[in-house]
């Protein structure tokens, strides 16, 4: 799986409610089910800037879904 479809296909997308950047997350099979979140700030000229990449957690995807700061893009 190419780390470019975290971004053109996600299959979580969300707000960080601290700054208002766009969350892209998707799931990548590795050795157990790994979920890796981008970060994307987008500027006042429409520029994209991915701020942080980084693994997260299952128990704290389910979490941010639960809580509506994730939503599904899956079905």
Do not use: W
């Amino acid at each position: 799986m190419s780390a470019s479809l975290i971004l053109t296909e996600p299959e979580y997308v969300g707000v960080n409610p601290s700054d208002q950047s766009l969350e892209y997350v998707r799931a990548f099979q590795i050795d157990e089910h790994e979920y890796v979140k981008v970060a994307v700030r987008v500027s006042l000229s429409g520029t994209y800037y991915a701020r942080t990449l980084y693994v997260l957690n299952p128990t704290r995807v389910h979490n941010f879904i639960q809580r509506g700061t994730l939503k599904c893009l899956t079905v």
